[in-house]
């Protein structure tokens, strides 16, 4: 059964939840693009798993206090919400910018709230010669060359929106450049303090991804103390959008 409730953490902070399954807990974090665009990943989990999908303060018109600058930040939020449900061995489960969120929790968490990891093309880290695509800056073409393997197939023609939901994407825009735009899309420490965690991490990855390439999946497979890579082939940014049967494939073999 599917619940959408709306979480009050301050007087200033409510976070709107959406939970749905039964057994163990799991925190779907969305990238830039937003909830919908972890839906159907959330879907999927919820065959096996309690899942909780937030949305983000400040994306799909939700408020942003203005103390939360920095996604070590909504960590922290996280981190809080999950604890305060008492909630343990969680697997936390982030798309794009949902897996660098995902990652700051996991190097913060101190009370064993955090059981295991699936980071889908995460942002987050720095590579050496592979920058980090301006997803701020390119317009709809370049986005979706950047983002999709099929770019024709997934590229629109944001003069074709609705003004509702062009305003939603500005919206979600403007909150993204203001969380992770300086330094941009990456905490220069992080890379360097994921080998202090411990619990098991997968990173999935979609081999045409040239927003952030399968040699940050490496970079991270790499930091990580107990942590594998797994390619999908004919996938971008999004995988489990863009091949969802074989990026649920990789997920349901990794949590038997």
Known sequence: MTTNRTVALDDDLTITLTENGTGRPALVLHGGGGPATVAGLSAHLARTLRTLTPVHPGWDGTHRPDR?????????V???LLRDRELTDVLLVGSSLGGWIAAEMAVRDTTGTVGGLVLVN?????VEGEPIRGVLTLD???LAEHAWHDAERYHVDPAGLPSAELARRQGNTATMRTLAGDPYMHDPELLGRLGGVEVP?????????RIVTPAYGAAYARAFADARLALV???GHLPHIEQPEATFALLDAHLA
Do not use: C, F, K, N
Request: hydrophobic content about 55%.
């Open 68 to 76: 939360l600058t920095r996604i070590a930040d909504l960590a922290q």
């Open 78 to 80: 996280y981190l809080r």
């Open 122 to 126: 995460a942002v987050g880290v720095h």
């Open 140 to 142: 709809a073409r370049g």
């Open 201 to 209: 991490a997968l990173l999935v990855w979609g081999e045409s991804d």
């Open 233 to 235: 082939p004919a996938a």
